[in-house]
């Protein structure tokens, strides 16, 4: 697939990671009022964010790989899976597509009576008192970094070309999952640059002050996982496109 294609996938792909999990929790995590049962809670954000990727994967997987995330690009090339010249595209496209979401999120968010972003957070990702569980800019610099590497280590091991084939989005898609059931309560769950930036804009505050930890920790994090993979997997590495899959 030329640039433009792959460009247009990953914004139209992390559109939808932002849409569907940021949306799930601006929308939906408290519909109905205080102590309605139909809100779906943490859970029913960690399943969100899961089913946009495994969706998305099987949608665009075989035209953009279905990064969606610097993190991953930066964490994919690390890996030896992705040349490093496609880094800054995949990155803008993300971030675009991210903020697009968040735009489209906010036009409908705001539709209900005294909506307010920044006081709500607009789930925005945060630490210290902006952690929905009070947690520490330590406690979420130590979540960041692992839950980052481990995605990392689970991306790269689900797509080698020794792995079962036609499972990589499952397993992905769960992946992402557990990760936001782990840290929804430390840091609202980034992993994610481009997710982070996408809310961080409308919500407008402490939100903006904070971005830079998301867009660090995480492609630290991700970095360090593709490093490992590409020591663990072995003779099972290769960057997409410039030669075969073993």
Not at 4 to 33: D, H, P, Q
Not at 129 to 139: A, K, L, T, V, W
Not at 164 to 192: E, K, W, Y
Request: charged share 10%; aromatic share 10%; hydrophobic share 50%.
């Amino acid at each position: 697939m030329n640039m433009g294609r792959r460009f247009t996938a990953e914004l139209i792909g992390t559109f939808w990671l932002v849409l569907g999990g940021c949306g799930s929790a601006v929308l939906a995590a408290k519909f109905g009022g205080d102590g309605n049962p139909l809100g779906i809670g943490f859970v029913g954000v960690a399943l969100a964010f899961g089913l946009t990727l495994l969706t998305m994967a099987f949608a665009i997987g075989h035209v953009s790989g279905c990064h969606l995330n610097p993190a991953v690009s930066f964490g994919l090339w690390a890996g030896g899976r992705f040349p490093a010249r496609d880094l800054l595209p995949y990155i803008i496209a993300q971030v675009i597509g991210g903020i697009v979401a968040g735009g489209v999120l906010y036009l409908i968010a705001s539709g209900q009576a005294g909506f307010d972003a920044a006081a709500s957070g607009f789930a925005s990702n945060g630490f210290g008192e902006h952690s929905p569980g009070g947690y520490s800019m330590q406690s979420a610099l130590v979540c960041e970094l692992v839950m980052t590497c481990l995605f990392l280590l689970i991306i790269l091991g689900s797509t080698d070309g020794r792995a079962p084939a036609g499972f990589a989005p499952i397993a992905i898609g769960l992946g992402l999952t557990l990760i936001h059931l782990i840290s929804i309560p430390v840091t609202n769950t980034s992993v994610n640059p481009a997710r982070s930036t996408g809310v961080a804009i409308y919500q407008g505050g402490w939100a903006l002050q904070q971005l830079w930890f998301f867009w660090v920790v995480p492609i630290v994090g991700g970095i360090v996982g593709g490093m490992i993979y590409r020591w663990l997997g072995g003779e099972g590495q290769y960057i997409a496109g410039d030669k075969k899959a073993p």
